[in-house]
């Protein structure tokens, strides 16, 4: 609860009130009304599956973690605010977009977070370098998205958590028309898009622990290690089979 209550504050901080910020938190007029126009939510299944995604994220958390992509940062610069001793990398393709995320993190004071522009594609990272990878509303966008898969895993430490959330075809008639006739048009979603089937087949081949559910048509999952260290909240166990083919 304590940590519900420094999000509240930070979020208050950092602001919402953008057309793209409201709509991907659900918390405006306009946000509202296209979460129940295009993905038939409200804002409690949209703060639900949210919340499922960052799950995999512990309360003190103080390994390395990679956010691609970061976007404006209205999802996490607020919960970056309540991990002062974890060491985090935003990446993001848009300079624009990752500006308003670094705006952000400067009115929160953020000292633990750094941004940097690249493709998810291909890393600027070694192999192995982070805890957790977190990626939030990005995979639907990815042209590329074997790639995609292919770095995050790469870059994850052994035993590493990847979580987050996108879309997946199939689950609203209606959110499926609105993604193929007007998010693809406008360059904003990118074709093919995973099924839930698809989805929690490709995850089980890399990571041993899957948690995967939907809120209407956004997937959130969770890949975890078969054991956390409570004290630090950082990776103890190798559980993904890195010889296994995506």
Same mark, same amino acid.
């Given at each position: 609860m304590k940590r519900k209550e420094?999000?509240?504050?930070?979020?208050?901080l950092t602001?919402? $009130?953008? @057309?793209?910020?409201?709509?991907?938190?659900?918390? +405006?007029l306009?946000?509202?009304?296209?979460?129940?126009?295009? =993905?038939?939510? $409200?804002k409690v299944e949209n703060d639900a599956y949210l919340e499922k995604a960052l799950s995999g994220i512990p309360e003190h958390f103080s390994g390395k973690l990679l956010e691609v992509p970061v976007g404006t940062g209205i999802l996490t610069m607020p919960l970056y605010k309540t991990l002062p001793k974890a060491d985090i990398t935003c990446l993001d393709y848009s300079a624009d977009?990752?500006?308003q995320a670094q705006e952000k993190a400067d009115r929160l004071h953020?000292?633990?977070v750094t941004f940097r522009q690249g493709d998810v594609g291909a890393l600027p990272y070694a192999d192995g370098v982070f805890d957790i990878v977190l990626s939030l509303n990005g995979f639907h966008a990815f042209p590329d998205k074997e790639a995609a898969y292919r770095e995050v895993f790469r870059v994850l430490k052994p035993g590493g958590t990847f979580c987050?959330? @996108?879309?997946?075809?199939?689950?609203?008639?209606? +959110?499926? =028309? @609105?993604?193929?006739?007007?998010?693809?048009? +406008?360059g904003f979603f990118t074709p093919p898009y995973e099924t839930t089937a698809s989805l929690k087949k490709r995850l089980k081949k890399?990571?041993?622990?899957?948690t995967l559910g939907t809120v209407k048509s956004m997937a959130w999952f969770v890949n975890i290690?078969?054991?956390?260290s409570r004290l630090s909240g950082k990776m103890e166990t190798t559980c993904p089979d890195r010889r296994k083919p995506l």
């Open positions: 420094a999000i509240r504050g930070a979020y208050r602001g919402g $009130n953008n @057309f793209y910020d409201g709509m991907i938190t659900c918390s +405006t306009s946000g509202k009304a296209v979460c129940r126009l295009v =993905w038939d939510m $409200n977009m990752m500006g953020l000292k633990n987050g959330c @996108f879309y997946v075809a199939g689950e609203c008639k209606r +959110t499926d =028309w @609105f993604v193929r006739h007007v998010y693809e048009k +406008t890399r990571y041993a622990t899957v290690p078969l054991r956390r």
